[in-house]
Structures are given as C-alpha cells and as structure tokens.
C-alpha cells in the first residue's frame, strides 16, 4: 500500500519556520561541477534532503564523478569518464538535461535519454538542442534518446533564446565554459538560480558577466578551471512560497527564515495586493493572514514575474478570496490538471486556454485526492489545511522530490498533517 498525505484542516498556522536550500539551484550546481577535473574537491552546502538530489548523484556518479554526502553537505572530485547518461535515471529528474551541455564541453559528446521530472505539459528542449548546435554541435533525438556531438570542440558565439528558459540558459552556460571563445546569451533567464550557478563558476576560475540580466557573457575556460573551493546554495524561494501562501489562506502568523527578500518579491508583492501583511526582516519575512483576502488577477511568467511553480498555490488562495480571481500561466500553460481536484472538493473554477478562473469564497471539502507533480501535490496539502474534515492526498513521491521534510514543517506550524 502506498504512502498517503493526511490532512486535518481548520487550524491556523504559527511560529516560525526555515527554508531549505533551492532544490534548482543544487542540481545546476552539480552538473557544474563536473565541468572541472580538479582533483582538489568542491563542497557545496545547503543541498537539500531530496529525492531529485539522490538521482543526480547517481548520474553524475555514474559519469565518473567521485560523490560524498553528509546530511546538506556534498563533496565532489575527480573527472568524467563516460558521455552515457543512465537511461533509467535521465527519465526520473528535469535536471538530466544539463548533463548534455556539460558532457558536450567535457567530453565532446553525449547520449542522455529524454528528460523526465513533472507532467505539466510541453517541456520541449529544442531552444537547448538550439543553443548546442549554434556552438557547434550536431544534436538529434531518436528512439527516446538525445544524442549530441562536437568531435572539433564547442566554439563561442553569440546565442539568441526565443523564449528566457531557465534550463536552456543553464545548459548553453555549462557549455560555454568549455567553449573555444567567447559566448553571449541573449535573452537570458534571470532567475535567481541562474545567479547561483554562475556565482559558482566564478568560484572555479570562469569568466561570467550579466548573470541576471538578459545577457550573459562567458570566456570559454579549457585549462584553468579549478576546485577547492566551497559554495553555499541559495534558499528555495518556492519553499518559502508554500509557508507564506499556507500562512495567509490560514489566517496565520508565520516567520519564514533564511529567505532572500530579492528572490521573494514577487510572492510578497502579489500577496500584499491580496491584504496579506508581508513584514520583512533581517533574514526573511513575516506573513500574517488577516481572515480576509482580496481576489488576484496574476500572471505567470520568468522571473522577476510570479514563478509558475506558485500557480498552483495561488489558485488555492484564490479559492478563499471572495470575488472573481484570474490567473495566466505564460510560462507552462498546461499547468492546470490539478484543479479538477479542488472542483471535486467544492471549488469554483473555470479553465480556458492559458488561463483559469477562480470564483470565491469557496467552503472546500476533505476527500481522497490525487496530486500528479510536485506543485500540484503542495496545493492540494494546502487545500486540505483549509477544508473542512480530512483530505487524504496522494503523490508522497512527489513531495518527497521537492521539499525537505514538509509535513514535518508544517506540522511544527501547527498543522494537522501525517504521512502514513
């Protein structure tokens, strides 16, 4: 019998709560440090406890990388020795993709299978296939696998992205580094991820300009590259998304600790328009619900816009606001599967193209539920902290993929909550 999430609802949340390490920011940071063959280590700390986590170091594992873990911290050395990434593996995580550009400047060559990680949609990859070719590479997809090959090596040049992809700015960054030149990036993602990742680069002596505008520029580094050094993960902004949203639909008072406010506003701005009291501080920030919320009308898009991820939360918050709430998803408008779930547990939504349409206030009602991605399985565990009864949610794989331990946290908030 599988592992099931259950939820009690009707209690406030309160106290206060530290965010783990960005789940995004660890995996990117993995595969970069395989670009370098420094036998000198490289410890990256405040690498989140999860699953996603457990098969990148399997893959890069299987790569050849020497891999040690203690609790948040991961050591790595060594180089890579095979261009195969494990078929198993590569369908189980997102994240796989970025061992194509790594193992392109590493190796001149790889094989991956097709990305896995969440259904929530379209997730081409051919702005990455794109990227690589424009530097050089010859790439294709046959059979369910990616294959990429640069027998002359990667050469710098300048990448236009039709659309500001996280996943595609990081793989064109990790092959860039081994590139022979000079690449640019234009229309970048600026996520915050994105900082990090190339933050960590210059650590290993890599020549990065623009991190976190839309153009980047990196200097192909081939010799020089080198470890022995340490570099502390960002904190996961959607974590933090999950406790503030949980706090204001709960009418609760919650301190969300080691947070970067940057990386937060837009969550806090979105939640201030809703008359959420969003109080910064020196590490973090304080939501406190007032009972009441105004209807939002938001959109989804790269950063510095409201994360996709969050959709599926503030459609929960929408629920409880009185009115009419709309909510574009721009980024994956495909995100949506999760709310029949919240229609059978009383909500009142209409879903059209890109968008939905949130009528409030719903009085949600506890039942069997099922949670099919990452996000979707949050909202419907915080769906549950406000219906009446118990909600039953299942998808603990899920949870267990993006957050360290959360019902463990919310369960220190005050929720009424257990794996079981």
Known sequence: MSEKIHVTGG????????????????LICMAAACLC???????????????DVSVMMDILSAL??????????????????????????????????????????VMGKAVSGMPGGDKIGARPIDIHLQAFEKMGASCSVRNGRIYAEAPNGLRGTEIYLRFPSVGATCNAILAAVRADGKTVIENAAKEPEIVDVCNFLMKMNVSVFGAG????????NRRHLHGGFEHEIISDRIEAGVFAIASAITGGDVWIKNSVI??????????????VICRETNDGFRVTGRGK????NITMMPFPGPPTDLQPLFTVMATQA???????????????????ELVRMGADIEHFGNSIRVKGKSNLIGM?????DIRAVTALVCGGLIADGETIVEGVKHLERGYVQLDEKLRALGADIQII
């Open 322 to 340: 009185p009115g009419e709430s709309l909510i574009v998803d721009n980024v994956f408008p495909d995100r949506f599967q999760y709310i029949y």
């Open 368 to 372: 069997p539920i099922e949670g099919t």
């Open 64 to 105: 050849g990388k020497k891999i040690t873990r203690e609790r948040d911290i991961i050591t790595m050395s060594g180089g890579i020795s095979d261009y195969n990434v494990p078929l198993a593996q590569s369908s189980f995580i997102r994240a796989s993709v970025y061992c194509v550009g790594m193992l392109l400047g």
């Open 213 to 220: 505008t839309d153009r980047i520029v990196i200097t192909g």
């Open 37 to 51: 063959d420094d036998e000198s280590p490289i410890t990256i700390t405040n690498v989140p406890d999860i699953s």
């Open 262 to 275: 940057r990386h937060n506003r837009p969550l806090i701005s979105t939640l201030t328009e809703a008359d």
């Open 11 to 26: 209690h406030r949340l309160e106290g206060e709560i530290s965010v783990s390490g960005s789940k995004n920011s660890a």
């Open 293 to 296: 919320l105004n209807p939002l």
